[in-house]
């Protein structure tokens, strides 16, 4: 399974690092000299220092013979382009695109994209599986999308309620910053227990580790075909 | 210049600051946003524009905004600006009028150095070599 990555921010380091533990043949391309450097010192051969974006560098990382292609720079514009380019011109079967703006999804899917990662959304449903509420709203992103402040509101089903703080599982590097009840908001120290009605707001980096790439399955679905 | 001929035009840009030199008199409607936002998209009227016309400097972004205005309303002439000639022919052949810089000044100073009379824009465009 030969396996091409644009983009070698947070997130595209932390994928290489899983594909490589995997076995996989992986190639990472990264636009930053510097940072293509320093990559290319921890992981070897497996780390190219070009714009993904550019035919003449796609042709050299040999995408033709890739199996998938993930697009997971920052920019949407510049993951849809490499997955499109992917597809015309080297005729990559499976193409994927990290989306910091979650209204692009369903853009990129009818565009020709065959799978879509948004950070946000998966931190939203992951949210939602731990806390079962009525709703979880964003309510706003930082660091180009890689960082997202989110809200839940508990219902009397959540089963985080009656739960202290400190007993909910989230992905590392996810944290509860402060919890509102009645109006009144508490910085959310481990021992407050949660109960109906009460407003639970977290912060939550999109991938900051392989954890929570565990947490909702592998999302390059190259795990199923090795 | 399409304002000067009369035609409604509106301008989006992310700097309220680019729109300075349009000038005071300027008959264009100014929107400061994102390009790729659909929200600002329109605002500035997309939905009853007769044209789109993509100029930012990221050729990415022009991509992008053009399949955007495409996917949801119903434009008749969407065109934008691609430097690079691979994409901008690919983009081409989707349908979109992109027009590469690059190609344009080769080409103009290619027939002035041989002497040559300046060519319609077109034939400079559309020279493109297949890359392999």
Not at chain 2, 18 to 44: I, M, N, P, S, W
Request: charged letters at 25%; hydrophobic letters at 40%; aromatic letters at 6%.
């Amino acid at each position: 399974m030969y396996v091409v990555l644009v983009g070698g921010g947070a997130v595209g380091e932390q994928v290489l690092r899983k594909l490589l533990h995997e076995g996989h043949e992986v190639l990472l391309i990264e636009k930053k000299r510097e940072r293509a450097q320093r990559l290319a010192d921890r992981y070897g051969k497996g780390v190219m220092a070009g714009d993904g974006c550019e035919m003449r560098v796609m042709a050299e990382a040999g995408v033709n013979r890739a199996d998938v292609v993930a697009a997971i720079t920052g920019d949407d514009e510049d993951n849809l382009v490499v997955c499109q380019m992917a597809k015309r011109r080297f005729n990559v079967k499976r193409t994927i695109a990290r989306v910091s703006d979650p209204r692009h999804e369903k853009l990129f899917k009818s565009l020709g994209v065959d799978g879509t990662i948004s950070s946000t959304s998966i931190i939203f449903n992951l949210i939602e599986q731990e806390i079962e509420t009525g709703e979880v709203l964003p309510i706003g992103a930082m660091q180009q999308g890689n960082l997202e402040v989110a809200e839940a509101v508990l219902t009397a089903r959540s089963p985080a309620c009656g739960k202290a703080v400190g007993e909910l599982e989230f992905p590392d590097g996810t944290i509860i910053v402060a919890v509102v009840r009645n109006s009144q908001h508490m910085v959310a120290t481990p021992d407050i227990m949660l109960q109906s009605g009460d407003i639970v707001v977290v912060l939550g980096p999109s991938f900051t580790s392989g954890n929570l790439l565990s947490h909702v399955g592998d999302p390059l679905g190259v795990a199923h075909h090795s | 210049m399409l304002a000067d001929e009369g035609h409604d035009v509106a301008i989006i840009d992310e700097s309220r600051y680019a729109f300075q030199r349009l000038g005071k008199d300027t008959k264009c409607k100014t929107f400061t946003g994102h390009a790729l936002d659909e929200d600002v998209l329109l605002k500035a009227g997309v939905d009853k524009a007769d044209a789109f016309v993509a100029c930012t400097q990221g050729d990415n972004t022009n991509i992008m905004a053009m399949q955007v205005v495409r996917e949801n309303w119903d434009v008749p002439r969407i065109g934008g600006k691609i430097n690079d000639p691979i994409r901008s022919q690919e983009y081409y052949k989707m349908g979109y009028f992109t027009i590469t810089e690059c190609k344009l000044l080769a080409g103009a100073f290619n027939d002035w150095i041989h002497d040559q009379r300046l060519r319609a824009i077109t034939e400079y465009l559309r020279e493109v070599p297949t890359p392999k």
